[in-house]
């Protein structure tokens, strides 16, 4: 086999060795087109997990790696002048520069043909001439760039600004220094790499980087203005470059890694994000996947598609932690006012990647600390302290989400909600909300729906409440009421979710007339005297909701549904005083809810649902978001329920674990009015590390809640509580410990005798 491999780097040079290593009959040809020390940066990180592929797949290198590397553990985070460590990480860190020279030695001596100062030739010709071209080619790829229309790159510039440069000394530890100036936030990123260098990045958005002059600066003058800005971090000595330049970073995705005999690699690939340390790592086990597909499978075309299947998902996961933590130092002036340990924890689990559990293993006296602070008591997880919305203290901060049952006749809840709500209650949740409740029958989504208005729905849902309050002391249920709007009149969830009904449909109705999508029923566009009677059918469920003696009531104003459809610009066309802009979008909800809030009990408090996005160009957006929480304040809203997407049919949402957490997150900083946060948050290790952080005051969990009904009562139970922030039902305390089972993994019995 023939390779050619354009690019030099960390990766290329690496899937260039193993290649001949594990066939030395391969001719793998290098092209490079700069010279062998030319090198951008100065510090590589990499981590335990690819160390260890380093070492099973080349001693070689490993050692000579372990030669140079410098190892710590700490963390320390300056905020406002106070320093908080949190140990327990370990790093490793060698000099770029070092990493490619023992690449290019280990090519050399297994017969790898390395090309510097060449630039490689086109790689269509290089695919006609090798049996295998490996585009390592870096984030500019010209090879990607050759082949978009196989690949299918997606790439998007951030809003921050960073410069790579050094220092002649070596931090103690991983160092995030903020320095709030006069011109807006910027952070210093830094870690040793030698004993006598650090890597220093200093980074800051492009609004503030232009306040700040840099633009109008050289080279020198940026390096010496980082310099003076973060002296004391640095103890007053001087910064210095290598062809430093301020850059924007760009995330770079591709659709497809490989075209016939054609693979990418490393940044041609994929990039994530410098602050989690991924860049080099990414691409040295990218060469290790590349290289035994090539050992495993039969055919190139087969190795190419599996080396593709292998590190697909791998890679996407640590994009999203990438995007995570990216968008937390874009965000990073939401953060500053909070007490200092807290900011600490918040920035170490930004990318969800360090939680609660693990930063405690890690590190007990400073997660320990950050609890104390946030006022748990000894031995009380962050999930279970309670928490106040007006008249009503939950006893801890997990809420079973609204789930759509289908499940109703004639919109009458029956046996199924009791036991399907009642189960939850029992099972140790804080809140336990109820699925949409329609206030009208053109208001159901369809004809398996709950509603509130008849006196019999009413009378179902009150033997419902009695039942929780009554043999679940102390969890609260919460009603949500809205209207489907134009997502109405559709099939049973698991007959085809959002298909028109065959038969027996009802007309529908919306801000606009603009079908959900194509197929579906095109709805009336609301007149005004429409708009009044659905404002009353509203205040009477709610009404009637309030003599059911629910203790909370959740306005839904997400996910397309009818007080959605104003909101979002995609599905309010307008041109009365309901549509246009933002402010008259939000009239109709707003008056809706001046309207329940009237006819509410005072002392129990009211949310809101919203979607914060609509995943769609032209929609709903995170400052939006923020707006439409702060009008819903203003009309005394307790807490916002943070939700996205699903407003309109071609949305592209960005699933990820936790993934509608940061809007959630970003409401909460920016308005200071308490949140509740959805979507794929699965475990109690999740719920305290958002809590802890600060990123929320509630967490509702659908799926796990259907998984498992006693979810909450489990997680105590896994995380050692028994306290007052849960509470076993009495007939069930028997079950509080985890049943034994038939193995275990203790010590087998001696079989043979030792000589």
């Avoid at 000894?378 to 801890?396: C, D, E």
Wanted: charged share 20%; hydrophobic share 40%.
């Amino acid at each position: 086999m023939r390779v050619a491999i354009i690019g030099g780097g960390p990766g290329g040079l690496y899937a260039a060795a193993l290649l001949k290593r594990l066939d030395p009959a391969r001719e793998v040809t290098v092209w490079e087109r700069n010279a062998p020390d030319d090198t951008f940066g100065f510090g590589v990180v990499l981590s335990d997990e690819t160390l260890g592929g380093i070492e099973h797949a080349d001693p070689v290198v490993y050692e000579a790696l372990q030669a140079h590397f410098t190892r710590w553990d700490d963390i320390n985070i300056v905020h406002r002048g106070t320093r908080q460590t949190s140990g327990g990480h370990g790093f490793a860190a060698l000099g770029r520069r070092r990493l490619l020279e023992i690449l290019h030695n280990r090519c050399h001596d297994l017969g790898v043909q390395l090309r510097f100062r060449t630039a490689a030739p086109d790689p269509a010709r290089l695919a006609e001439t090798y049996d295998l071209v490996i585009a390592a080619d870096g984030v500019h790829s010209a090879t990607r760039e050759a082949y978009t229309h196989v690949f299918r790159p997606h790439v998007v510039s951030h809003h921050c600004r960073y410069i790579w440069l050094a220092a002649d000394f070596a931090f103690d530890a991983f160092r995030f220094e903020i320095a709030e100036t006069e011109h807006g936030v910027m952070q210093l990123h830094g870690y040793p790499y030698a004993a006598d260098a650090s890597t220093v990045i200093v980074e800051m958005r492009d609004e503030v980087w232009q306040a700040a002059g840099f633009a109008d600066l050289d080279e020198q003058g940026s390096v010496e203005r980082c310099a003076k800005i973060f002296a004391e971090a640095l103890g007053g000595r001087p910064l210095k470059s290598n062809k430093s330049a301020w850059t924007t970073f760009r995330t770079v995705v591709n659709k497809r890694w490989s075209h016939g005999n054609v693979v990418l690699l490393g940044d041609a690939a994929h990039t994530a994000h410098f602050s989690i340390g991924s860049g080099t790592k990414l691409a040295v086990e990218d060469a290790l996947a590349l290289a035994a597909c090539l050992e495993e499978q039969p055919s190139l075309e087969r190795a190419l598609a599996a080396y593709e299947e292998e590190r697909k998902p791998v890679v996407a996961s640590t994009q999203r932690a990438a995007r995570a933590s990216l968008e937390w130092f874009e965000n990073l002036g939401l953060y500053l006012d909070q007490p200092s340990r807290q900011f600490a924890f918040n920035l170490l689990t930004r990318s969800r990647r360090v939680t609660h559990d693990n930063l405690r293993m890690r590190d007990a006296h400073f997660t320990g600390a950050v609890e104390r602070d946030f006022g748990c008591p000894p031995g009380t997880p962050p999930m279970f302290t309670p928490f106040r919305l007006r008249g009503l203290t939950l006893r801890n901060r997990v809420v079973v989400s609204p789930m759509d049952m289908y499940s109703a006749t004639d919109g009458v809840p029956g046996d199924f909600h009791l036991v399907h709500l009642g189960a939850r209650a029992l099972g140790g949740a804080g809140l336990v909300m109820t699925e949409m409740v329609c206030v009208s029958p053109e208001g159901r989504i369809t004809p398996g729906c709950t509603g509130l208005y008849t006196g019999r729905q009413a009378d179902s849902w009150r033997r419902i409440v009695q039942f929780v309050h009554t043999r679940a002391p102390g969890t609260a249920i919460g009603v949500q009421l809205g209207h489907s709007g134009r997502k109405g009149s559709t099939k049973l969830m698991w007959e085809g979710m959002d298909e028109p009904l065959d038969d027996g449909n009802w007309p529908l109705m919306a801000a606009s007339p603009l079908p959900y999508k194509p197929g579906s029923q095109t709805p009336r566009e609301l007149t005004r005297a429409q708009l009044t009677d659905i404002r009353e059918q509203f205040t009477s469920a709610a009404w009637r909701a309030a003599r059911a003696g629910f203790d909370l009531l959740e306005l839904h104003c997400a996910h397309g549904y009818l007080l959605s459809g104003f909101l979002s610009p995609l599905t309010n066309l307008r041109t009365d005083t309901y549509g246009g802009s933002l402010e008259k979008r939000l009239r109709f909800p707003l008056e809706v809810f001046d309207a329940v809030r009237g006819v509410w009990p005072e002392e129990r408090p009211m949310t809101v649902r919203i979607s914060a996005t609509d995943w769609a160009e032209g929609g709903t957006t995170a400052e939006d978001a923020v707006e439409i929480a702060r009008a819903f304040a203003a009309h005394g809203a307790d807490a916002i329920d943070v939700s996205t997407g699903q407003v309109v049919a071609d949305e592209r949402p960005e699933f990820g674990r936790s993934y509608q957490t940061p809007y959630a997150d970003r409401i909460r900083h920016a308005t200071g009015l308490p949140v509740i946060a959805v979507g794929a948050i699965s475990s109690w290790d999740d719920v305290n590390s958002l809590i802890l952080a600060g990123r929320t005051d509630l967490c509702a969990l659908a799926r796990p809640h259907l998984y498992d009904p006693h979810w909450t009562l489990h997680a105590a139970a896994e995380q050692g509580y028994d306290g007052p922030g849960v509470g076993w039902p009495a007939p069930y305390r028997a079950g509080s410990r985890r049943p034994q089972t038939g193995r275990t993994d203790g010590p087998k019995p001696r079989l043979t005798l030792g000589t």
